[in-house]
Each structure stands twice: as structure tokens, then as C-alpha cells.
């Protein structure tokens, strides 16, 4: 694979030819011929350069309900980009085949899409927006800001799957282009984001998710994996419901996912439902209005319906969905706002 080298954008220069780099929370000091956390950066002569600027993993048409995003233009397909690498060393990581890389060198099966070529592709397979998901999008920071301004003069939608762990800085630099934040948020304890991620510094998270929500109005909407003996205690899961009915407001979906066993967790067992049954209560009692359980096919959490008058707006089973009482973002049946940002109307909906 040949690699995409050029200069990064967000670092600063230091003495002795060191540099810190900026765009995520990291804030890597990196020392000449030296690579950041992610291994996607390399400090050369003084000058940062990303390693991976166009080099994509996974390339899918997906529907938009598989991001999770279920108050983001429903029903819609999205064109999802996945490229190398990530600044979080998950031991229950999904995606370990393409997050844990290293771009000094580089795997096979990688494909180069310019953005022009996204956005062609994006078309020509009808779908309504990009997104950036499978590995965390700051990975490939300059590449999706590119692709993010080119998509939104071709009014394409576009949507960060993502750690949630980018500086301000760089939210504020992907501000003007992005629609939606797809937000992991993984548990409210330092012990956990330790235990889980290796990360000590964890509440940044929140002040990004915040800052995407108000200061740019983007779509926000939360994920958490409920991982048993990790973050399934009542403290941890009370803390994220209260936060995102404080700090983001009570429409905003929380989407609590089953875990799985897979890479370096195989040794615990797959959530049990009535856990997820727990949380879900939780997040009621909390006053969030959009509590959506993850990876249990058919639950009735799945498809949306209206807090105010009990119709249901939005019909789900899987990845499937059907608009069916909608106005706007509002309820098409009572007039309640839902917080929906439909079709042709992203930024500006809600
Ligand atoms: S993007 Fe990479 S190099 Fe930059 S601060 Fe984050 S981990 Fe470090």
C-alpha cells in the first residue's frame, strides 16, 4: 500500500524540532521521526505529517438506523468510510483489524478514495450522506474535514461515528461541515475509561459532545455499550442519563447496546437483556424521552414513538425503518417536538 503522506493539520511546533499535535485530546508531544498514540502521525524534521490522508479500510452503503443514528434522516442510506487506526486501545474493540495499526507499516487491503471519489460514490449509490464510522474519523482528521466541506456543496448529510475523545479545536474546524456526532459515551467512572479505553483524562468527552450540541447545533446522539462488571452499576449508568438530560436536553436518543465477547474481553458473557431492561429504566427515570436498546432484535424500544401522545413516528425492526407520523422534526399525530433533523433539512430542524 503506498502511504498517503502530507502535512497534518492542528500541531504546533516546539524546541528541538518536537511538535504537539491537536486533534485529539492526546495532545501528543512528538519527537523527531516519532509517531503519536495513534500511529497515524510522524513528527519528520519538525513537521507533522498524517500517514494516511485517503486510505480507506471499509467502504458500505449502509441505512443510517446501523450508525446507530434513529433521529437523523430515518430511513435514509449513508455512505460509510472507514480508514486506519485509533487513539483509544479498546479491549472490546469491534474493529481491532483496522483500529490496531500502525501506518509505519501499513497493512494490506488499503484503498485510496479521494474525496471527490466519495462524494461521486456516495451518488452514485443513492444514498444521502456520508459518514465517517469502523475506526474513530480524528484518525483521518484532514481527509473527512475535506470531504465534510465537499459533501455539503453537493448537500450531502454528514455524520463523525465517533470516540468523542477530538480537541475543540478540531470539533470547531469540522463545526461548519458537520451535521451529526455520533457519540460513545462508555461509562462515567475514571476507572472505566482506564480499565476499558487507557484513557485517564475521559471528561473532555462530554465538554466536546456538549460544544457540538450548542455551540454548532449538530444532531447529537449517544451510545453506550453495557459491558457486564464494567459499566452496568447504577452509579455509572445514572451519571450518563442525568448528563445528557443536563447538558445535551431530554430528546436527545441514548442508544444502549448489548455486548458481545469478541478480542480481548472474551472472557465475559454477552449482556444480559434484563440488564439492558435495567438501564433502559434508568434512562426513564432520569427524564431522557429516547432510550433505544441495542443488538436485541425486536425489543420494544426499537421503533419511536411520541412521549406526548403515544403514536408511534417512526416504525423500526432492525436496521429497517418507516416514517410514519412525522412532521418535521415534530410529531405528525399531537405536534410534540421529537428532535428529528429530516431529509433536506439538516442543520436547521431542530
Ligand atoms: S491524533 Fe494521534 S498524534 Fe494527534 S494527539 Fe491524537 S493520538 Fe496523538
Not at 485529539?24 to 519528520?44: E, L
Amino acid at each position: 500500500m503506498a502511504v498517503a503522506t502530507r502535512e497534518a493539520m492542528l500541531y504546533e511546533k516546539m524546541s528541538h524540532s518536537r511538535t504537539r499535535c491537536n486533534v485529539c485530546q492526546w495532545r501528543c508531544v512528538i519527537n523527531p521521526d516519532k509517531m503519536g498514540v495513534c500511529r497515524m502521525r510522524q513528527n519528520k524534521n519538525g513537521i507533522i505529517y498524517t500517514l494516511n490522508y485517503a486510505q480507506a479500510s471499509s467502504v458500505a452503503v449502509d441505512p443510517i438506523e446501523k450508525k446507530p443514528l434513529f433521529h437523523f434522516h430515518p430511513g435514509t442510506l449513508v455512505f460509510s468510510l472507514g480508514g486506519w487506526g485509533c487513539n483509544f486501545h479498546c479491549q472490546g474493540c469491534q474493529n481491532w483489524q483496522i483500529s490496531c495499526v500502525d501506518m509505519a507499516q501499513p497493512e494490506a487491503g488499503s484503498r485510496t478514495i479521494s474525496p471527490e471519489q466519495a462524494i461521486e460514490m456516495a451518488k452514485q449509490n443513492h444514498c444521502q450522506g456520508i459518514a465517517w464510522t469502523y475506526n474513530e474519523p480524528t484518525m483521518w482528521f484532514e481527509y473527512t474535514l475535506d470531504s465534510a466541506e465537499l459533501a455539503k456543496k453537493n448537500d450531502l448529510y454528514t455524520v463523525y461515528v465517533t470516540n468523542g475523545y477530538a480537541t475543540p479545536e478540531a470539533l470547531d474546524a469540522l463545526g461548519p461541515y458537520l451535521d451529526a456526532w455520533r457519540v460513545d459515551v462508555k461509562g462515567f467512572s475514571d476507572e472505566l475509561y482506564r480499565r476499558v479505553a487507557k484513557i485517564s483524562h475521559w471528561r473532555g468527552i462530554l465538554e466536546v459532545a456538549r460544544r457540538a450540541r450548542h455551540k454548532w447545533n449538530m444532531h447529537v446522539e449517544v451510545v453506550t455499550n453495557i459491558i457486564p462488571t464494567l459499566n452496568d452499576d447504577d452509579q455509572q449508568l445514572e451519571g450518563i442519563a442525568r448528563w445528557i438530560k443536563n447538558e445535551l436536553g431530554e430528546l436527545t436518543p441514548w442508544h444502549i447496546t448489548r455486548f458481545h465477547p469478541q478480542y480481548q474481553m472474551m472472557d465475559l458473557p454477552p449482556t444480559p437483556i434484563s440488564t439492558i431492561e435495567h438501564a433502559y429504566e434508568i434512562g426513564q427515570k432520569a427524564g431522557l424521552k429516547f432510550i433505544y436498546a441495542g443488538n436485541i432484535p425486536g425489543h420494544h424500544s426499537e421503533s419511536t414513538v411520541c412521549y406526548s401522545c403515544g403514536k408511534t413516528a417512526v416504525e423500526r425492526f432492525g436496521y429497517q425503518a418507516r416514517v410514519a407520523g412525522l412532521d418535521g422534526s415534530k410529531c405528525k399525530f399531537c405536534g410534540a417536538e421529537l428532535n428529528f433533523r429530516p431529509s433536506g433539512n439538516a442543520r436547521r430542524s431542530s
